[in-house]
């Protein structure tokens, strides 16, 4: 494997075609109704790519305390990306089928270790090449366990104290009916949102074609929600999974610091003696 790259947050088909030689490809197709991710990987994928299981590669157990995708602790992750074949050395592209909303994930998660990573823009509909069926096992590789880097990663305890705070910015990236309560999922304790949160859905971060806006469109997008004022910005989903993908668009539009709250609603919504708010009083 090559030097790292300096990758942007999301790379083209056509990048990732010049630069195969000098990445990791990883799919982490995933579903919400419970389809298996793995086994649409097995039935095509990009050729040469590793599977990795948002479950449990790319989180711990999920338990009443945590939500139901905390994130691994360090050592579980550095095991997870060795048997991935990622190293320390590696640069990554990770690609599925949803506008990067799952892929995201893993690419926030490389990225705050300082690894090069991005997703492939347009997922898996926007590779012309042929697909491969089966398995990739890559060779194993040597990952050094780093610690999640606390001013980028909150607790519950410190959502709840910057709640209703101006100077906080708290973005809540599902869908507009959940967020207002009006379609509570079945994964859901209790419809709602975090009291204070701005509806942010990780769907208006692409352009009309699927893929990711330009910077300046994003920049305008999360100014509008209050990002440039806030001293402190904070994205959630339902389990931290689609969060990543604000924090994503963030990076792209040229904010830095912005947080993520792993738990998000499926450990707040959980918890009967936090509040939650129904509606959107901004609309």
Request: proline share 7%.
């Amino acid at each position: 494997m090559s030097e790292p790259l300096t990758l942007p947050v999301a790379v083209s088909a056509d990048w990732l075609r010049d630069h195969r030689d000098q990445v990791v490809v990883i799919d982490s197709r995933w579903y919400l109704d419970g389809r298996s991710g793995r086994d649409a990987y097995r039935s095509g994928h990009l050729p040469g790519a590793v599977f990795a299981d948002v479950d449990t590669d790319l989180a711990a157990p999920a338990e009443p305390g945590a939500g139901r995708h905390p994130l691994p602790s360090p050592a579980d992750f550095a095991g997870a990306l060795g048997r991935l074949g990622v190293g320390d050395s590696a640069s990554v592209v990770v690609y599925d089928d949803a506008g990067g909303s799952v892929a995201a994930r893993l690419v926030w998660m490389l990225r705050v270790l300082g690894t090069p990573a991005a997703f492939l823009d347009g997922g898996m509909r926007s590779w012309t090449g042929d697909l491969e069926k089966g398995e990739t096992v890559p060779p194993a590789a040597h990952r050094t366990a780093r610690p999640w880097p606390a001013d980028l990663v909150v607790d519950t305890a410190t959502v709840q104290a910057e709640s209703g705070d101006s100077g906080s910015l708290l973005v809540d990236a599902r869908a507009y009916g959940r967020f207002t309560g009006e379609q509570p999922a079945p994964v859901d304790a209790r419809p709602g949102h975090v009291p204070g949160a701005r509806s942010a859905e990780w769907t208006a971060n692409l352009d009309g074609d699927g893929y990711l806006a330009a910077p300046e469109a994003l920049r305008e997008r999360f100014a509008a929600l209050g990002a440039d004022a806030a001293r402190t910005v904070t994205a959630y989903c339902g389990s931290g999974v689609t969060a990543c993908h604000n924090l994503l668009a963030l990076e792209h539009a040229g904010y830095s610091g912005a947080r993520l709250y792993p738990g998000s609603w499926s450990l707040w919504g959980a918890d009967d003696s936090l509040p939650v708010e129904t509606g959107d009083p901004r609309s």
